[in-house]
């Protein structure tokens, strides 16, 4: 079955801890409802940099930098987009960059 590497953009700003933490709460209740779909729940992830092809480097990461990843397993691309539409990540504004692993031999 085919993977799907979700790319979590945007940070959510929490007026409050307690949303911060009910924040978590939802998304944990979320990956947990994947199942056996959830390969790999991901982490997030911290300021990044960008190495363009003449080597120089730039910070940020670009207009919409990455601030996390999850892998999943899912039939297809649209039931990958299934799952990835409850994710609490989007309520709070973020979005969700879903591609699919290409199984290629390295």
Known sequence: ????VLV????PRFETKEAGE???????SWSQGLGDALIDPGMPVGPSMTVLSDGSV???????????ITILEAPSMSEAITM???CPHLSAGGTI???E???IEM
Not at 8 to 11: E, T
Request: aromatic letters at 8%; hydrophobic letters at 35%.
């Open 58 to 68: 730039s910070e940020g990461g670009g207009a919409n930098p990455a601030v996390g």
């Open 22 to 28: 009910n924040h978590m709460v939802q998304w944990r």
């Open 84 to 86: 990835v539409q409850g």
């Open 97 to 99: 960059e879903v591609a």
């Open 101 to 103: 692993a290409m199984n």
């Open 1 to 4: 079955m085919p993977k799907y």
């Open 8 to 11: 979590y953009h945007g940070s």
